[in-house]
């Protein structure tokens, strides 16, 4: 699914494959790298899957932050699968109940 909607698999560590919860995470620095390395085109299918990694790190940055800090669960990543049906979910009040 992260390879189908960023575009590429994250690379996983030997550490990663064992422990369980960092499996099913994608550290923000290499979303932010893949942000900074994007090369101009204007390919649809190219600029989505860049939108996705941007959105995927102002979700683990400031929006739903975890105790890590460093990581981002990738439950976010299927609600962005269709930005169409993405801008009718109540993103605030995620945000509200995450944070309380």
């Not at 942000?35 to 299918?45: G, I, N």
């Not at 105790?67 to 962005?80: A, T």
Request: charged residues 20%.
């Amino acid at each position: 699914m992260v390879e189908q909607l960023l575009g590429v698999r994250p690379p996983v560590t030997a550490q990663q494959a064992v422990q369980r919860k960092e499996s099913f995470t994608l550290k923000l620095v290499w979303l932010r790298d893949r942000v900074r390395q994007m090369s101009l085109t204007d390919d649809p299918k190219t600029l989505r899957q860049y939108a996705r990694c941007y959105i995927m790190l102002l979700i683990g940055w400031y929006l739903l932050t975890d105790k890590s800090n460093n990581l981002v669960h990738i439950r976010w990543l299927p609600l962005l699968q269709d930005f169409a049906e993405c801008r009718a979910l109540s993103w605030g009040s995620a945000m509200l109940i995450w944070t309380y």
